[in-house]
């Protein structure tokens, strides 16, 4: 009886251990992201829209995305094959990018989750634009991996983030790369708001929050 209960003095020992680790983690992050908010020069807002098969194997997928909610002129929009499996889900697109003054370009447009764990997972999104004219080309990518902190709805997740734009050799302009720490909360099965801050190399540090919605 005493070694049972010595095992399980042990067990909520380290269960308070991982909870005391957690709350630190938390707090450390939420102190980055709140004092870097003054290092930030630029706010910006997106919406992203993917509807998709859920079952096993391969589907249709489409996606709608308001990259900056304060330009709703830049819109973008595709269509193609979705693939779902136990640990990854993924998608292919192609379709349109919408720019100011009535212009638009072709996008190439793959995006998808790979869960790790039930507590970690990651999401990417890589993008060609402008394959119609090489001079103007260039490529996105953007990758989250994240550690949710909670079990029940809203789960919560603390994780870091890169959004790159690299521009082809002859593409006008400078690269730009990222990196900063993330929150995001999981609202429903299919929804999640995220809040990122992002230290760029060219441009402003920029603080951002974003919708997410499976359809």
Same mark, same amino acid.
């Given at each position: 009886?005493?070694?049972?209960?010595?095992?399980?003095?042990?067990?909520?020992?380290?269960?308070?251990?991982?909870?005391?680790?957690?709350?630190?983690?938390?707090? *450390? %992050?939420?102190?980055?992201?709140?004092?870097?908010?003054?290092?930030?020069?630029?706010?910006?807002?997106?919406?992203? $829209?993917?509807?998709?098969?859920?079952?096993?194997?391969?589907?249709?997928?489409?996606?709608?995305?308001?990259?900056?909610?304060?330009?709703?002129?830049?819109?973008?929009?595709?269509?193609?094959?979705?693939?779902?499996?136990?640990?990854?889900?993924?998608? $292919?697109? %192609?379709?349109?990018?919408?720019?100011?003054?009535?212009?638009?370009?072709?996008?190439?447009?793959?995006?998808?989750?790979?869960?790790?764990?039930?507590?970690?997972?990651?999401?990417?999104?890589?993008?060609?634009?402008?394959?119609?004219? $090489?001079?103007?080309?260039?490529?996105?990518?953007?990758?989250?991996?994240?550690?949710?902190?909670?079990?029940?709805?809203?789960?919560?997740?603390?994780?870091?983030?890169?959004?790159?734009?690299?521009?082809?050799?002859?593409?006008?302009?400078? *690269?730009?790369? *990222?990196?900063?720490?993330?929150?995001?909360?999981?609202?429903?099965?299919?929804?999640?708001?995220?809040?990122?801050?992002?230290?760029? *190399?060219?441009?402003?540090?920029?603080?951002?929050?974003?919708?997410?919605?499976?359809?």
């Amino acid at each position: 009886m005493s070694s049972i209960t010595g095992d399980s003095l042990n067990i909520i020992e380290v269960l308070n251990s991982m909870r005391n680790f957690t709350k630190l983690l938390a707090i *450390s %992050v939420l102190s980055l992201m709140v004092s870097g908010t003054a290092l930030a020069q630029d706010y910006g807002a997106r919406v992203r $829209l993917q509807g998709k098969s859920t079952e096993p194997g391969f589907g249709l997928s489409g996606v709608l995305e308001v990259p900056t909610v304060a330009a709703p002129s830049n819109v973008l929009a595709g269509v193609g094959l979705s693939h779902n499996s136990d640990k990854l889900e993924a998608a $292919l697109h %192609v379709g349109v990018l919408t720019l100011p003054a009535a212009n638009a370009t072709s996008v190439v447009d793959a995006r998808g989750t790979l869960t790790l764990t039930d507590n970690v997972y990651a999401w990417g999104n890589l993008r060609l634009q402008g394959l119609e004219d $090489l001079n103007k080309t260039s490529a996105y990518g953007f990758v989250m991996a994240e550690y949710l902190l909670t079990s029940f709805v809203p789960k919560v997740g603390l994780g870091v983030e890169t959004e790159n734009r690299v521009l082809m050799a002859r593409t006008p302009g400078t *690269s730009d790369y *990222s990196v900063g720490p993330n929150m995001v909360f999981h609202v429903s099965p299919n929804a999640r708001l995220e809040a990122a801050l992002q230290f760029h *190399s060219e441009v402003a540090n920029q603080v951002w929050a974003r919708l997410h919605v499976s359809l």
